[in-house]
């Protein structure tokens, strides 16, 4: 019989015997004087018939072994254990259904459209500017106020440009006076021109008669040949001189002409010059110009302006178009033309496109729209409105609802709604043409397909999340 002992005797409170032979660790104790030693170490003792028990040194062997495999065993499960936990994917979070828009996938026409903001804005806006410098004094009609093109919206004043006015009025009539007085002398010389002309051309008209005269007389020989020939040198002289008057009244008439042109061109110089301060002078009083609403009057009194400043600015409020900005990346399609529509919150306009802005600033692209229909009430310059260009129809397209910061011709992850609607699980989509509220789905869903369209970044670290 054989067992562990610590401190215990084989049976009760029964003492070893001196003829019982006991073991422990190795150790072989006979008596009980050996035992009470063994014991006072705290070992653990194997007892036995002195007679019977064999000291087996193999089995502490087999036991380290035991232990061994077993410690080998636990290990390998211990790690079999953590790597199963690390290859764990992350509980799906729970999301609210109620948090986030879910659409399905649909086939059938689309229709492209692209928004944009902007204001009313008048076809036609005049700026009234500053025709001289000058000070305001008095501020006649304020802004919101209907206007005729002759109302003087504000008055200015500027002694100089008073003082210039008559400056150039007196040096307009000085020239004129000069022209007056040159002409008149011109022609003075023109008629003792003239009338020496005139004398000349009657010694000529007498010279010729005489040598007629003579001629005769010579065939007749009543006077000598000499005679005839002095008569006749003397009429040809006369007749020169005539043709030489005569040249001189045309080149006289040409000089008259030529410096009558110049005094003329002075005289207009200077009226030019009268008109323009006189019109700076009567622009000190400030006029619309135009029939409409006087929408700004962008100074004060008191305030000094220099020439070319604006003053005010007048528009006619019943021809009104919008100007929006669309996205740079959404106005590649818009062409002039195209039907468009302008929502005032008062009321939908229909419009089209009548120009497109070349350059892009800001990030956005100008669009003109016209307006086609009647205004509806409350539409006034400046008005915030919105506005959407219709870039084209398709007729069979699958499309769906737009995601948030989705855009055209992209690849995005979105969350498809499984069977049942407790999950929904992320899936590549390709993306085709995009819209103002929808966009065309290329890859990755197929009609009927429930998608999560809301922003889902705060869940761009799982695959997989729980709908609740």
């Given at each position: 019989?054989?067992g ?14 001196s003829a019982?032979?006991?073991r422990?660790?190795g ?10 030693q063994?014991?006072t ?6 007892y036995?018939?002195?007679?019977m028990?064999?000291a ?12 061994i495999v077993y ?8 790690l ?10 992350p509980a ?29 804005v ?13 000070r ?7 802004p ?6 002759d ?16 400056e150039?009025e ?5 020239a ?13 010389q023109?008629?003792?021109q003239e ?23 010579a065939?007749e ?5 000499i005679t005839l020939?002095i008569?006749?040198v003397?009429a040809?002289?006369?007749?020169n ?8 009244l ?6 008259v ?8 061109a ?35 009194v008191?305030?000094?302006v220099s ?10 409020p019943?021809?009104?178009k919008?100007?929006?900005k ?7 399609d ?9 929502d ?12 497109v ?5 800001n990030?956005t ?11 509806p ?6 008005l ?5 260009v219709?870039l ?6 699958l ?7 989705a855009?055209a ?7 498809k709604?499984?069977e049942?609607?407790?999950e ?7 993306l085709?043409r ?16 429930q ?18």
């Amino acid at each position: 019989m054989r067992g562990p002992l610590l401190g215990l005797c084989r049976s009760g409170n029964e003492h070893p015997s001196s003829a019982e032979t006991w073991r422990t660790d190795g150790h072989i104790f006979s008596g009980s004087n050996e035992l009470q030693q063994g014991l006072t170490h705290g070992t653990v003792l194997e007892y036995g018939d002195s007679e019977m028990d064999i000291a087996r040194p193999s089995q502490a062997r087999q036991k380290r072994i035991r232990r061994i495999v077993y410690g080998g065993a636990g290990l390998a499960a211990l790690l079999l254990i953590t790597l199963g936990l690390a290859r764990l994917k992350p509980a799906a979070p729970k999301v609210d259904r109620a948090t986030v828009v879910i659409e399905a996938v649909k086939r059938g026409p689309m229709l492209r459209q692209v928004h944009g903001i902007g204001t009313l804005v008048p076809e036609e806006i005049r700026w009234i500017p500053a025709a001289t410098e000058g000070r305001v004094e008095r501020i006649v009609v304020l802004p919101g106020t209907a206007v005729k093109s002759d109302t003087v919206i504000l008055e200015l004043s500027n002694p100089e440009a008073e003082l210039q006015a008559l400056e150039a009025e007196s040096q307009l009539r000085a020239a004129e006076a000069q022209y007056v007085e040159l002409k008149v002398r011109l022609e003075s010389q023109r008629l003792d021109q003239e009338a020496a002309a005139a004398r000349v051309q009657a010694d000529y008209h007498q010279a010729r008669l005489r040598a007629d005269a003579d001629k005769q007389l010579a065939k007749e020989g009543i006077i000598a040949d000499i005679t005839l020939q002095i008569s006749t040198v003397a009429a040809d002289e006369l007749a020169n001189r005539h043709r030489l008057e005569q040249q001189r009244l045309s080149i006289n008439d040409e000089s008259v002409k030529a410096q009558l042109a110049v005094q003329e061109a002075q005289v207009e110089q200077r009226r030019a010059l009268a008109r323009l301060r006189r019109s700076q002078f009567q622009a000190l009083r400030v006029r619309a110009g135009m029939d409409g609403v006087l929408q700004q009057v962008p100074v004060e009194v008191g305030a000094r302006v220099s020439p070319g400043a604006n003053l005010a600015r007048v528009a006619q409020p019943g021809k009104l178009k919008a100007v929006v900005k669309v996205a740079e990346t959404q106005a590649r399609d818009i062409q002039p033309g195209q039907s468009a529509s302008v929502d005032t919150r008062n009321g939908v306009i229909q419009a089209h496109v009548i120009r497109v802005d070349p350059a892009v600033q800001n990030g956005t692209v100008t669009v003109d729209l016209g307006l086609d229909g009647a205004l509806p009430k409350g539409a006034r310059p400046d008005l915030s409105v919105d506005g959407t260009v219709e870039l084209e129809r398709l007729d069979d397209v699958l499309y769906m609802g737009r995601p948030a910061q989705a855009q055209a011709d992209g690849l995005v992850g979105l969350f498809k709604v499984a069977e049942g609607g407790g999950e929904a699980t992320r899936v590549k989509v390709k993306l085709g043409r995009s819209s103002v509220s929808v966009i065309e789905v290329v890859e990755g869903l197929k009609q009927g397909d429930q998608v999560v369209l809301s922003d889902t970044s705060a869940w761009d670290a799982y695959d997989r999340i729980r709908l609740n």
